[in-house]
């Protein structure tokens, strides 16, 4: 089965900073990754995704990159606020099939 | 509103005690999972179901079985409680629309005396 790794486990940042969490998968099959952000005693929610025929996208301060040789993927946000600091979770999943989560990176934005 | 129910929100039971958490889902999607998450932990897959009649064990399975009698309804049973069942369970839910983005419920945080 596929296995996701992400890193790192925890970030800080100061307030206005980039943040860039990472994650690699192995399973060269899979075709959709998307991440998840959970604040506080929240449930999980989708913030952006990324197909396997396209190598990046932007939504606002978020963006996301594939390199499918390499099999990773990256997270990154621009100009930190406070609402940002939560637990970020990668996926990699094969669409159809179940997600495979990475461990989550605790970030928190220091204002 | 469509959304994705978790009942209860919270439980402290004892131990040997059987419980059903329960999960609904109003919209209208095929696929639905159960996850078990440490607060900011990683997410366990235990449980998951294409449609009804059908379920699928995840990672962490074992003590505890699901059923899909309605496509809406996803209850997950723990047939003798543990403190090492102490957790948050959140359950999920996701339609080919979208991607499979998988929408989760609000969680049942367990605690096992």
């Known amino acids: 089965g596929e296995n996701v790794e992400q890193h790192p486990s925890t970030l800080s940042v100061q307030e206005g900073d980039s943040a860039v969490i990472k994650c690699t998968y192995s399973d060269s099959a899979s075709n959709y990754f998307p991440w998840y952000k959970q604040e506080l005693g929240k449930r999980p929610q989708l913030i952006i995704d990324i197909r396997s025929n396209v190598g990046e996208k932007k939504d606002q301060r978020i963006a996301v990159t594939l390199n499918k040789t390499a099999k990773h993927f990256s997270l990154h946000i621009t100009e930190t606020q406070p609402e940002d600091s939560a637990v970020y979770f990668c996926a990699a999943t094969l669409v159809g099939n179940q997600f495979y989560f990475g461990t989550g990176t605790s970030l928190t934005v220091i204002p | 509103e469509a959304d994705i129910y978790q009942t209860p929100r919270y439980l402290v039971i004892g131990t040997g005690k059987k419980i059903t958490l329960e999960c609904s889902q109003t919209m209208g999607h095929d696929k639905m999972y159960w996850y078990q998450q440490d607060p900011g932990m990683e997410l366990h897959l235990i449980h998951y179901s294409y449609g009804v009649n059908s379920t699928e064990k995840g990672d962490l399975s074992s003590e505890s079985t699901v059923s899909r009698i309605r496509t809406e309804h996803f209850p997950l049973t723990l047939e003798s409680a543990r403190p090492s069942h102490t957790s948050q369970y959140l359950c999920?839910?996701?339609?080919?629309?979208?991607?499979?983005?998988?929408?989760f419920g609000p969680g049942t945080r367990l605690t096992v005396t």
């Open positions: 999920a839910s996701s339609d080919p629309g979208t991607f499979y983005e998988q929408y």
